[in-house]
């Protein structure tokens, strides 16, 4: 098993930047493909991006691409999500996520594959 702790989210205003991270503890950080995926008030939740276990593969969501970067650290255990040019249709929950058994392709990675999951951390963009 494997425990997720997100953190860095916060309030900002439109244009604004902000870096989630995802901390892991508990079984081997490298061997999971990780995501970030997001709920808005109201709205159901949805896939923001994925990366590979050895973080040279990513994918994204048409929303976020070209805004939104993710990224991960196996040493420090540390999965990341860089926002920049934030939009108030960014304002959500994010979670972060694992999946111990995904080799496939990071698109046709969907939701209920993963196994692990965070609390979530709201981010609140201002217009």
């Known amino acids: 098993q494997v425990q997720l702790v997100e953190s860095g989210g916060g309030l900002v205003q439109a244009g604004g930047s902000l870096r989630l991270s995802c901390v892991a503890s508990?079984?081997?950080?490298?061997?999971?493909?990780m995501g970030w995926l997001r709920q808005a008030p109201g709205k159901e939740r949805e896939f923001v991006a994925a990366i590979s276990r050895s973080g040279r593969n990513t994918y994204y969501a048409d929303s976020v691409k070209g805004r939104f970067t993710i990224s991960r650290d196996n040493v420090k255990n540390t999965l990341y999500l860089q926002m920049n040019s934030l939009k108030s249709e960014d304002t959500a929950v994010y979670y972060c996520a694992a999946d111990p058994n995904w080799s496939g392709s990071l698109h046709q990675l969907r939701e209920d594959e993963y196994d692990y999951w965070g609390q979530g951390t709201q981010v609140t963009v201002s217009s």
């Open positions: 508990g079984r081997t950080f490298s061997i999971y493909t």
